[in-house]
């Protein structure tokens, strides 16, 4: 599916450019690690596809560095990488990236995994805080002391490119910290960076570490200074931009700042920061306050069309008052700031919108469009669909025409979204009807299509529509499952809108995650079941879940 998507790549500033200038003040590096930390969100495990969809349009945005996984962690894992490395890591292209702990086995993965990567770098890693040295590796600060170096070197003997981690490095000693950074920036080490693994800093506490690090490592010269923090406190943000006026000039970020737990710095939160508040950020990289030169090469247009693909993968929703990128951020209900607003945009607005890749309609779409409005209006919202791809979303745009008067661009993002980027089917919902009332029960039929054509059908009763609709289907796909979390989301505004629901399954400690818009929300729903049905299966018939004989279509009584 990825194949079908034409890389355009552009206008990239080699990252060596950087490390050879002293002062370290050029630019900012935008190191990306949705596809790494960002996965790790509970239920937003992505396949091999899916990760290669993203990591292109990763390129397209124009981010540094692509950390595209952990290659050691799993087959799956590697593969991604590898693939990632041959498609997007091209030699105009970004930076692909593999993470391994200090480790050889795992140095000599990623290593072999990003071989196809015209710009390849290593990111080894391991804790320096006493708590992690004590509690997790049962290690001395000596042990650590000598792995960090030895593991880099080894990892410099693969690439020249390698970025050294001592995660925790917020709780750790800093006197302990520096001789770490004295040793591997020795071994080789080109990138150091600075986790704040547990979000625990605060803005003020981390500039300190940075510069503490500056002023107190003598060979820090010879290396960038990164940072890489979670948003426990919900400080991410605030702790890297205090770090950017201290010195450090790598960022290590997420889309919609997903990631373990309270998520990671968010990528788009941070580059708007340093465009739209430039006047006060450019002395601090040694330029006029004047100046109009970029702080990153991120094409900051393409970021509203990479938070909504990574959204609709992930099945991760953005919450509607999410900085920069929220259906809310860019939304006046107040009449006094409408009408500042209408007089002029800057009474309430500190960003343009279409800074970010909003547009306004411009073409009015609706049942009676052609094929050729319909391809030229996704091109403008920046899609490139195969012949393949378009017909699919046509005939989806065709049935949501007939019951909408007006197809807006979010209706047109969702309906992509939904008829390309979807899981592997292995069942298709060919039939949902349901029967409901306040003198009735709810009931549901149903009717699915296995991939052999056989079609299955039953029906359920449950306390509402969408509660039936799910028994019926489990009934006929029997597979054992928890629903965790139901949420459904109106796209646009008015009685007609489109709907987006985002369902997650729990499966023995696993979790998947199904979408689907409709303007029929039961339809909707059924939709996202089943799509978060498909990957569970998937899994399970790859023997990730491993041989259970009680997981097959059709194995309950009667079918």
Request: a negative charge; aromatic letters at 6%; one cysteine or more.
């Amino acid at each position: 599916m990825a194949d079908d998507r034409s890389l355009q790549i552009t206008d990239y500033q080699p990252i060596e450019l950087v490390m050879n200038q002293q002062p370290q003040s050029e630019r900012i590096i935008i190191f990306d690690t949705t596809l790494r930390d960002g996965e790790q969100s509970p239920g937003a495990t992505l396949n091999v596809d899916e990760k290669l969809i993203i990591a292109h349009q990763l390129a397209r945005l124009r981010v540094d560095v692509i950390e595209a996984g952990f290659p050691y962690a799993s087959p799956g894992d590697f593969e991604a990488v590898q693939k990632i490395a041959q498609a997007v890591g091209i030699e105009s292209g970004p930076t692909i990236c593999g993470l391994a702990r200090a480790s050889r086995d795992d140095i000599k993965a990623a290593a072999n995994a990003l071989k196809p990567a015209a710009n390849a770098r290593i990111h080894t890693f391991i804790a320096t805080s006493d708590i992690h040295l004590e509690y997790k590796l049962k290690k001395t600060r000596k042990e650590v002391l000598e792995i960090a170096p030895e593991m880099v070197a080894y990892a410099k003997s693969f690439v020249d490119d390698v970025e050294f981690s001592p995660e925790d490095a917020g709780r750790s000693d800093p006197e302990y910290l520096y001789q770490v950074l004295e040793r591997v920036i020795d071994a080789g080490a080109t990138t150091v960076n600075i986790p704040d693994t547990v979000g625990y800093t605060t803005p003020s506490e981390f500039g300190g570490l940075i510069r503490g690090i500056k002023e107190n490592v003598p060979n820090i010269d010879r290396a960038i200074i990164s940072v890489h923090g979670h948003n426990d406190l919900g400080l991410a943000v605030a702790n890297f931009l205090e770090a950017v006026k201290n010195g450090a000039r790598q960022l290590e970020c997420t889309i919609n700042g997903i990631g373990e737990r309270a998520g990671n710095a968010a990528l788009e939160e941070l580059v708007m920061a340093l465009h739209v508040r430039r006047q006060y950020f450019n002395p601090f990289f040694g330029r006029p306050p004047e100046s109009k030169e970029p702080l990153s090469t991120i094409d900051t247009r393409q970021i509203y069309k990479t938070s909504r693909l990574v959204s609709s993968l992930t099945g991760m929703l953005v919450q509607p008052n999410k900085a920069i990128v929220g259906s809310n951020a860019f939304a006046h209900e107040s009449g006094i700031h409408q009408d500042g607003v209408l007089k002029h945009k800057l009474t309430y607005e500190i960003m343009d919108a279409e800074s970010i890749g909003l547009k306004e309609n411009q073409i009015i779409l609706g049942k009676l469009s052609g094929r050729n409005a319909f391809r030229s209006r996704l091109k403008e919202l920046g899609y490139e669909l195969s012949d393949n791809d378009l017909n699919k979303s046509f005939v989806r745009f065709k049935e949501v025409a007939d019951k909408k008067k007006e197809i807006t661009d979010w209706d047109l993002e969702a309906i992509v979204n939904d008829e390309v980027y979807q899981a592997p089917e292995v069942f298709h919902l060919e039939l949902v009807q349901v029967s409901c009332g306040d003198n009735s029960s709810p009931t549901a039929t149903i009717t699915l299509r296995t991939p052999t054509g056989e079609e299955l059908s039953d029906a359920a009763i449950g306390t509402g529509p969408v509660d039936a609709v799910y028994k019926a289907i489990n009934r006929v796909v029997n597979v054992p499952n928890e629903l965790i979390e139901f949420s459904v989301q109106s796209v646009t505004a008015g009685i007609d809108a489109l709907g987006e629901v985002t369902i997650r399954l729990r499966h023995d400690e696993r979790v998947y995650s199904g979408y689907a818009a409709n303007t029929d929300i039961i339809v909707a729903s059924a939709q996202a079941y089943v799509n978060a049905l498909n990957r569970l299966y998937s899994a399970m018939q790859n023997g990730k879940l491993g041989n259970d004989p009680e997981l097959s279509i059709g194995s309950r009584a009667g079918v």
